[in-house]
């Protein structure tokens, strides 16, 4: 499913939109440059979630936060200042995303897939136009 957005805004409410049909174990990764957009669904994402949109910020200098006060816990990771896989990998993503929703920024550089996700690919298109892509992604997109 591709969907364009014109602003912050419209790309937060597909975030905001995504937030019922995720629950505890859902991955959601988020792939697209710096400035697609990523942080801003996250942001809709919590809203829809039950939990304050302000309180979601970059974690770009954070590696991973978690917001709790929602219907369902949200773990927000953003893999962008890590290179090594073994240190991604160290994370424990999978472990850590079981209780909760798990957004992963970058999430081009997970070195194994995690099953069961959804990508949402961002791309930019002129001014504040965005090109966001969502697919099933891991062993539920392969075909049975
Ligand atoms: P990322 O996390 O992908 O690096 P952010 O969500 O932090 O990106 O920032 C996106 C930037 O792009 C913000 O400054 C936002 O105002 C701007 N922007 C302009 N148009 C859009 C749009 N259609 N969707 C999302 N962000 C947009
Ligand atoms: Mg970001």
Not at 128 to 140: F, I, K, N, V
Request: no cysteine.
């Amino acid at each position: 499913m591709t969907i364009t957005t014109h602003s912050q805004e419209e790309t937060a409410d597909v975030g905001r939109r995504l937030a019922p049909t995720l629950d505890r174990g859902s991955v959601l990764l988020l792939v697209g440059d710096l400035g697609a957009g990523k942080t801003a669904l996250v942001r809709g994402l919590a809203e829809g979630l039950g939990i304050a949109p302000e309180e979601v910020s970059s974690p770009t200098f954070t590696l991973m936060q978690e917001y709790r006060g929602g219907r369902v816990p949200l773990i927000h990771v953003d893999l962008y200042r890590l290179n090594d896989a073994r240190e991604i990998d160290e994370l424990g993503l999978e472990e850590l995303g079981l209780d909760s929703v798990l957004a992963i920024e970058w999430a081009e550089k997970l070195p194994r897939p995690i099953a069961d996700a959804v990508e949402v690919r961002i791309e930019h298109g002129d001014g504040d136009e965005r090109r966001l892509t969502l697919t099933p992604s891991g062993s539920s997109a392969l075909p049975s």
